[in-house]
């Protein structure tokens, strides 16, 4: 377990050959969902960037595996202010929003509107707030009031974003 540990904090970077070896010694050592959310919160900020972009990745693939923490990621989400991290989170929401197996709940729901919504208005990079459209549009399939804010702000934010927000706004506004 100190190997992986180790792999994780000194030598994983951004790079999809080192997520997907952490990916394996995770599963084949056994390494706990709660053993890594516990690395995580005592590891330094560079070292919680690069876990949390592996988390995004291995939650693609892996879904089980998180699916007991989900609440760890909404909790991290309500003070996250690091751009790299904050589009992390949204991919891994967004990873669980499409899944029909796992799940929030209705307040973890609640807390990620609040804080996609609070990224999409303010000084967030366009990932992130091309992220935070994406996850609203998949909450108000459940939760209607939430079009009838999240239009609006789409509307009056398109002329001025990129292209890559615009064509991702595009298809929701359809």
Known sequence: MEAVQHFLLNKLDLSLAHRQTAKEMI????MEPADLIQLTNNADAKQKIRLLCFYDTFSRTSPEYFSTQ???FVDWSANEKHETNKRSLT?????FLKNKQYSFTTKQEELITEVCFSWLIDDSLVATKSNCISCLTLLAKKYAWINEELIPIIEQMYPNMPVSFQSRARKILK
């Open 27 to 30: 599963l084949n050592s056994g």
């Open 70 to 72: 989900l609440h760890t």
């Open 91 to 95: 991919n891994i929401f967004l990873t």
